[in-house]
């Protein structure tokens, strides 16, 4: 059974980074891209970018250059990504998903808070 | 970055009723398009890519059609359990982009 289980809910300062994970079991982690994606409440769902688990290529969208970096470990099969200089517009839940153009299975995604 | 408008915002159907949401692409996105369906508190899950291909354990009243900018989502007969909100997604061109989404009631 393919599964993301994403790491627990964070609450951070303004201005902080967080580095949130995403642990995958049950198929070839190198086999597949990995996504991450914003919700912000009651909100549309955004795209920041993928990474390849073969070679951890990326692509990013644009607007999430500089506020997100993602990497991944093959040896656990985990994907992370990295949000820094945070402010209140980056609180949001965020998701992990599987594929690099439709995301077949996701993890149950995190809630970050931005606050002081 | 194109654009996905998808309408309408909120719909309420009965039990039984056949049920249609739309998406327009600000350019034409070759059938690459996907269907989402989001219960509350939960993550989105995949119904239809390819803008008609039925993904995997998704019940057969869903389908999907369209082509050039439009497209739509139907299910054919209203379930409890279809109360969610759905979004479309193209996968055309960087970057991947969503629908603003549609929250489908029980009436």
Request: proline content about 3%; charged content about 15%.
């Amino acid at each position: 059974e393919v599964q993301l289980q994403q790491s627990g809910a964070e609450l951070v300062k303004p201005g902080a980074s967080v580095k949130l994970s995403c642990k995958t079991s049950g198929y070839t982690f190198s086999n597949y891209y990995m996504s991450w994606l914003k919700q912000m409440p009651g909100q549309n769902i955004e795209w920041i970018g993928n990474i390849y688990g073969g070679n951890g290529g990326t692509g990013y969208n644009q607007k999430f250059k500089g506020k997100a970096t993602l990497t991944v470990d093959k040896s656990s099969s985990t994907a992370y990504m990295d949000l820094s200089s945070l402010t209140s517009e980056d609180s949001a839940v965020y998701f992990c998903a599987r594929g690099g153009l439709r995301f077949d299975y996701w993890g149950q995604g995190v809630m970050v808070t931005v606050s002081s | 970055d194109i654009q996905m408008t998808q309408s309408p915002a909120s719909l309420s159907a009965s039990l039984g009723e056949t049920v249609s949401i739309e998406c327009l692409a600000s350019e034409g996105i070759s059938n690459d398009l996907a269907w989402y369906q989001q219960k509350s508190g939960k993550s989105p899950q995949l119904l239809i890519y390819a803008a008609s291909r039925l993904q995997d354990g998704v019940p057969s009243r869903f389908s999907g059609s369209g082509s050039g900018t439009r497209y739509s989502l139907k299910i054919s007969g209203m379930q409890p359990e279809d109360e969610a909100d759905y979004f479309c997604q193209q996968s055309y061109k960087y970057p991947l982009t969503f629908g603003s989404g549609t929250k489908l009631e029980i009436k």
